[in-house]
């Protein structure tokens, strides 16, 4: 079976890679700050945003998987980047947050979380520049 992410995981170095994440209500955000962040030096692992044109037609095993492959990318990355909208993440993206979260990663977010619960793991918000001054070690969080 072929994954639509373009590394495989032998790739990931977990102490420089992000894994971004993203509800699908705002891929085309999310692909944007993706190619920002990579433009900037920052390598990014994230679902291929285009295959969520086909989403409804994957069946529950592929989506199974595809979940399972994410989840290990965040294993191997140092943090968690959600690009949220007017507070909201999504429920699959709110898994991912606790997910990275229960397994020691930073959780950042692009904007303050409205659901306090979730909120709580997040361990910053900061917007793409400010997490790439972050990365190069030019801002603390």
Known sequence: ????WPRSLDEIN????????????????AAQVQAYLEGHGVTCYAPDYEF???????????????????LRKIDHSAILYIVTR?????LST?????????????????ERVSDPAV?????????PDDLIRYLKGALKT
Do not use: C
Request: charged share 20%; glycine share 8%.
């Open 52 to 70: 969520n044109e086909v989403w409804e037609s994957i069946t529950p095993g592929l989506q199974a998987d595809l979940v399972r492959l994410f």
């Open 94 to 110: 709110a898994i991912e947050a606790g997910y990275a979260h229960g397994k020691g990663k930073k959780v950042v977010t692009s």
């Open 119 to 127: 909120q709580v793991i997040v361990d910053s918000v900061l917007t």
């Open 14 to 29: 977990e102490y420089r890679d992000v894994a971004l994440a993203a509800s699908f209500k705002f891929i085309a955000e």
């Open 1 to 4: 079976m072929t994954f639509p």
């Open 86 to 90: 007017d507070g909201y993440m999504g």
